[in-house]
């Protein structure tokens, strides 16, 4: 009965997060870390919050921090976004994100250069785009 007692918490504790998800509609949004966005069209802001801490315990920061970027890219999607950048650092479980809508600007996920499409333009894209994806598990 004492060992049950104590496997509650961690079990609580370890369900936190199996509710956030990241959405069909979330998996075409992009999470750009470098910031420029310059080339993209705005659409909004995207304020998101989940569980920083369960009673008296904090939760995993690296576990918290991927949490509000799933939340932000499903969030983002609803908006017609297709890239997400932070506006802040997290605080207290929530952090803003702005949302942006850059169709062709968009950087491949491998952070290269995109290949000429045989236009006589020059790239303006710049090649330190990164994308992230969520660690699966519980």
């Known amino acids: 009965m004492r060992k049950t007692l104590l496997l509650v918490p961690v079990v609580l504790l370890s369900a936190c ?6 959405d069909d509609a979330g998996k075409a949004v992009r999470t750009s870390w ?13 304020t998101v919050s989940v569980m ?21 890219r499903n969030e983002a999607a609803k908006m017609h976004a297709d890239t997400i950048k932070p506006l802040g650092e997290p605080a207290d479980g929530s952090q803003p ?20 499409s045989g236009s006589s333009a020059p790239a303006t894209v710049p ?8 660690i699966k598990g519980g």
């Open 34 to 46: 470098n910031g420029d966005v310059s080339q993209c069209q705005e659409l909004g802001k995207v």
């Open 127 to 134: 090649a330190a785009g990164f994308q992230s994806y969520p």
């Open 97 to 116: 994100w702005g949302a942006y809508r850059c169709g062709s600007q968009r950087l491949p996920a491998s952070g290269t250069a995109p290949a000429s």
């Open 52 to 72: 920083d801490r369960v009673g008296p315990v904090d939760r995993n920061d690296i576990k918290v921090r991927d949490e509000l970027e799933v939340m932000a």
């Open 17 to 22: 997060s199996w509710g956030i998800k990241l």
